[in-house]
């Protein structure tokens, strides 16, 4: 409990001072390696519409919001109608990219990681890809025995320009 109550904090600290960075202690895992894995495989899956794949990166509790947008599940299933859903609503040009800004670790087995993801129209012509919207914020990732999993996204999102 108490570090979703840092998390709130920190979150509502992010969206405040917008891309100003807080930096915490030195990680305490041995390797941040694993959290950018599961970012590029959240992008992959996104990307090639698998939903399986993609549900199966998160948590059975996961607690997902992406707050202006009104978007919400707070289960691995969940996940799966959401995201499947809007899967089939995008073009197969539109794609999912995540910059992540900083992971600080909470727990050895827990940590938040910081940054923002692009969904945008990418034709693949060379083309400058137009923004459709960017999702601001955090999410936390837990190590399982299963490897790293999604455990809670919080989002900002803006429209595209």
Request: proline fraction near 3%; aromatic fraction near 10%.
């Amino acid at each position: 409990m108490k570090n979703l109550i840092l998390i709130w904090i920190m979150s509502i600290a992010m969206h405040s001072i917008g891309q100003t960075t807080i930096k915490f202690a030195e990680p305490v895992h041995a390797s941040d390696s694993l959290i950018i894995d599961i970012v590029r495989q959240i992008d992959s899956a996104w990307n090639s519409r698998n939903i399986d794949w993609f549900a199966g990166l998160f948590t059975e509790d996961c607690d997902i919001n992406y707050i202006t947008k009104g978007w919400s599940t707070r289960t691995r299933e969940g996940v799966r109608e959401m995201y499947g859903e809007g899967f089939k609503n995008r073009s197969s040009d539109t794609r999912h990219y995540t910059h992540p800004k900083e992971i600080i670790w909470l727990e050895k087995d827990l940590c938040l990681g910081t940054g923002y993801t692009d969904i945008v129209s990418d034709p693949g012509d060379g083309s400058e890809p137009e923004l459709l919207m960017r999702h601001n914020g955090f999410m936390l990732c837990r190590i399982t025995d299963e490897g790293p999993k999604v455990q809670m996204i919080r989002a900002w999102t803006e429209e595209g320009k």
